[in-house]
Each structure stands twice: as structure tokens, then as C-alpha cells.
């Protein structure tokens, strides 16, 4: 059964950046069939797609967020992360690694738990 | 951008009730419209994809239907594990979601 975990800290610093780790287990990330997403939700708030990678390192990006994001793969680790530049307070959240269904612009399935990023000094 | 709008907000049903949803896309994303549950403090979770088929174990009283700009989340009879938000997502474009439903107990 294919599992997602998120890692990273839970506060950062206003203009400092956000590192996040997404951990894929009970499957490769390299399956040449799918693509692997970010996604983070505010508090109390709705969703909102971030990015998403293929295991070849092609990367799409949320056009509001593109000039602050980057998402790279480690297929050795069986790994993609998410940095994200400048963070604000707008952009404390809980952070979700997700599977795309099949293509770059798909749903997605199955989720991680998510993990909360509080900005704050 | 698409802009997809759900409503309404906040639905009360009694269980046992049928659950009618509704969400509308700012421009056609023809049947790329998956619909997902979130229950407080988990991940959100995969429904229907291709607006009207059902995810692996997802019971046959989650229903979707629509296609172009208007969508429809049914459930058919409300059980206590099905109080929960719902948001739908389209996938034409790059992906977006509605603001969610709420459905509550009445």
C-alpha cells in the first residue's frame, strides 16, 4: 500500500525559507506512470495546488507561487521536497504531499497526513 | 485560472437523508473533476475522479455527475462517517479546488 510522509520543521522565520520532504514508501518513485504533488491548505481554509515533479525532475508550478517555489525528486531516497523563498505569514499552513492519478495535471491519490508550517518570528 | 465555486457552504441533513453537493467551474473542464472528503485534522480524501467514477473503496452511496461547467456530489443515504467537508477539484487546467461544503448533522 503506497504511503506518503511530510517532514521538515514546523516554524520558520518570516523571509526565511520552507523546507519540506515528502518520504514515498510501498512504491517506487520512479514508476514511469505517475506524477508526485504539493499541496498546503491555510488554517481553516480551503486548498491549494503548489507544484507538481515527475521522478524525471520535470517540475510545474503553481503560477502565483512559480517566482518563490522549487521541487526536486531523489529517486535514491525515494524523496521529493518542496522550497519555498520569503516565506510570509500568509504562508503558514498545513502542507500535503500527494500521487497525481496519471498525468501532470490529474487528481490526487493517496494523500500524506499533511504537516503544519507556522511563519512566525 | 479556473475558478471553481461550491455551494452550498454549509449543508444540514439528518442521517439517513439524501446529500445533493454542487460545484460550478468558470469554464468548461469537461469531465476532469474529482471530488474529495476531509474530516477534521486528516488529509483530504479521494472520492470520484472523471466526475462520476468512484475510487477504489469508496462506497456505492457517493455518487458524482456533470460534466462542463456544472457538477454534482450525491450521497444517497448520510451515514455519521460522512459529516465532513467536501471540495471538488478540476484537473482540465492547472489544478484547482472549491472553497468546500460542509455538510453537518441537523
Known amino acids: 500500500q503506497l504511503q506518503l510522509q511530510e517532514s521538515g520543521p514546523g516554524l520558520v522565520k518570516p523571509s526565511e525559507t520552507l523546507s519540506l520532504t515528502c518520504t514515498v514508501s510501498?512504491?517506487?518513485?520512479?514508476?514511469?506512470?505517475?506524477?508526485w504533488g504539493w499541496i498546503r491548505q491555510p488554517p481553516g481554509k480551503g486548498l491549494e495546488w503548489i507544484g507538481t515533479i515527475y521522478y524525471s525532475g520535470s517540475t510545474y508550478y503553481n503560477p502565483s507561487l512559480k517566482s518563490r517555489i522549487a521541487i526536486s525528486v531523489d529517486t535514491s531516497k525515494n524523496q521529493f521536497s518542496l522550497k519555498l523563498t520569503s516565506v510570509t505569514a500568509a504562508d503558514t499552513a498545513v502542507y500535503y504531499c500527494a500521487r497525481l492519478g496519471g498525468g501532470y495535471v490529474d487528481w490526487f491519490d493517496p494523500w500524506g497526513q499533511g504537516t503544519l508550517v507556522t511563519v512566525s518570528s | 485560472e479556473i475558478v471553481m465555486t461550491q455551494f452550498p457552504v454549509t449543508l444540514s441533513v439528518s442521517p439517513g437523508e439524501r446529500a445533493t453537493l454542487s460545484c460550478r467551474a468558470s469554464q468548461s473542464v469537461y469531465s476532469n473533476l474529482a471530488w474529495y472528503q476531509q474530516k477534521p485534522g486528516q488529509a483530504p480524501r479521494l472520492l470520484i475522479y472523471?466526475?462520476?467514477s468512484r475510487a477504489t473503496g469508496i462506497p456505492a452511496r457517493f455518487s458524482g455527475s456533470g460534466s462542463g461547467t456544472e457538477f454534482t456530489l450525491t450521497i444517497s443515504s448520510l451515514q455519521s462517517e460522512d459529516f465532513a467537508v467536501y471540495y471538488c477539484?478540476?484537473?482540465?487546467?492547472?489544478?484547482?479546488f472549491g472553497g468546500g461544503t460542509k455538510v453537518e448533522i441537523k
Open positions: 472523471g466526475a462520476s
Open positions: 477539484q478540476q484537473y482540465n487546467n492547472w489544478p484547482s
Open positions: 510501498g512504491g517506487s518513485i520512479s514508476i514511469n506512470t505517475y506524477y
